[in-house]
């Protein structure tokens, strides 16, 4: 029997970077085993489900956004066993789990690839990826002029002197999408997963896949690296890719049909307006795509209002949902990314940036729609920004050099208990430390410590998510701003919960009287403190 609610509509996730979340095996590496060891933990946090970093077999060159098989498990972090155990242990907990999956590019490890290089020009094997001659009279330069993401040209010559495409590293060659066998292959690679119990994929580069058929110059080639996103239109948003959506819907339609389990499709999109981001979750493409546009707001109430505003008008308009997101494991936390600028090596930051980071969280726990949470969120976890330079793993660095938007920071393993690094991560013999290291400061934002402290981030977010779910004001619907003093932001769900924000530093009258139900600090009846939300009943 088909089920008629849509889990995912109103869904939290918990992002699960699963390198830096629980090693099991001692060797200063999270794994899936780890994973499953932290679900109680994320089940008594309140969360919907779970999303896993890419756990599969890959050289590493980027934390396994560089695929050597889809249909695998990298011993680093367990096996097809492991993940089947992991599989069977949140669903008892009624946690659903979404896979990564990256369509636009594999390793130069897949076997694909390598058949690929070891074949003519001209060949089959080639015609997977975007191989060229090279321009000039020796053909010594490259096809065009893009530069990747990462930095440096998108293209890497061979030895027969072709050029292969590569939007972010060398070790990352795009597929060719206009080639049916790319569309076969990861078809299987789908049904491998459903088969073995996944809730539902989040798509890396979903707005990828396709490339201009003739790859002609672009206009601004370096825009790409400049932003770190993706800007070139040559290269991204190509209008067949909704094909491959409306494809990738049809094959989770199937499975629902045969259970009456819906399984998730939900893009990584970044597109220039809300409008553009709108097509890719029509009813019979992704069932959602993440809205950035929240994330990279600065800390004002006009911006935000902006863009919540956007978003309901142009994204629920279709169907969908808005997908809110405040971190990932590619940002800097809004903890650092919300507070003043900080010498290097000065910990945490101000608390100022603590503040509105609780702030933001209740503002997003409150909005229409899904909400996706970076672990280490709900400790109020500050960036790392004096990791040395001889521990950075970020490719971004390895190519450029330079720091700008390195996203090592964000991914420091997550301290679990103690007063000295590992904190509880790694099981490993005395000495073992974990892939990143730890800072001191990070004992502050050890989860026993939160558990401890009602005041904490970690109870913040518990008590948000249990009156999410227990208030129907809450979750799927839409909202309704009401009026407000400038740098407050507030509105209604329903008839009757409202939420406020206030985006300045000083106190600003509540647009309810009486106790709120909940607050990210201490908020006295009548009175909204600076740098503060809050959420109230009250007939309006």
Known sequence: MLSK???????????????????????????????????????????????????????????????????????????????????????????????????????????????????????????????????????????????????????????????????????????????????????????????????????????????????????DPEADARTRDSVNPLAWNQPEVHGIWRRWRATCEEYRERDGRERLLVGEVSVPTAREHALYVRPDELHQAFFFDLLGAPWDADAFRKVISEAMQDIAGTGSTVTWVLNNHDQVRTVTRYGEPTPQGSGPGPVLGAARARAAALLMLALPGAAYIYQGEELGLPEVVDLPDDVLTDPIFRRTGSRARVRDGCRVPLPWSGQASPFGFTSGAEGVQPWLPQPDWFAEHATDRALADTRSFWHLYREGLQLRRSLPQLGEGTLRWLDTPPGVLAFARGDDLVCAVNFTTAPAPAPVSGTPLLSSGPCPPGVLPGSTAAWWLSDL
């Open 5 to 219: 609610y849509h889990w995912w509509r109103d869904a939290v996730i918990y992002q699960v970077y699963v390198r830096s979340f629980l090693d099991s095996t001692g060797d200063g590496i999270g794994d899936l085993a780890g994973v499953r060891a932290g679900l109680p933990y994320l089940k008594k946090l309140g969360v919907d489900g779970i999303w896993l970093s890419p756990f599969y077999p890959s050289p590493q060159h980027d934390h396994g956004y560089d695929v050597a098989d889809y249909r695998g498990v990298d011993p680093l972090f367990g096996d097809l066993a492991e993940f089947d155990l992991l599989m069977a242990a949140a669903h008892r907990l009624g946690i659903k789990v979404l896979l990564d999956i990256v369509p636009n590019h594999c390793s130069s490890e897949h076997p694909w690839f390598r058949e690929a290089l070891d074949s003519a020009p001209g060949s089959p094997a080639r015609a997977r990826f975007h191989f060229a001659d090279g321009r000039g009279p020796d053909g010594g330069e490259p096809p065009n002029n893009w530069h990747a993401m990462f930095g440096g040209p998108a293209w890497t010559r061979v030895g027969d002197g072709q050029w292969y495409l590569h939007m972010f590293t060398p070790e990352q060659p795009d597929w060719n999408w206009r080639n049916p066998e790319i569309t076969a292959e990861f078809d299987r690679t789908l049904r491998f997963w459903l088969d073995r119990g996944v809730d539902g994929f989040r798509i890396d580069v979903a707005a990828g896949l396709f490339k201009h058929p003739e790859l002609p110059d672009s206009d």
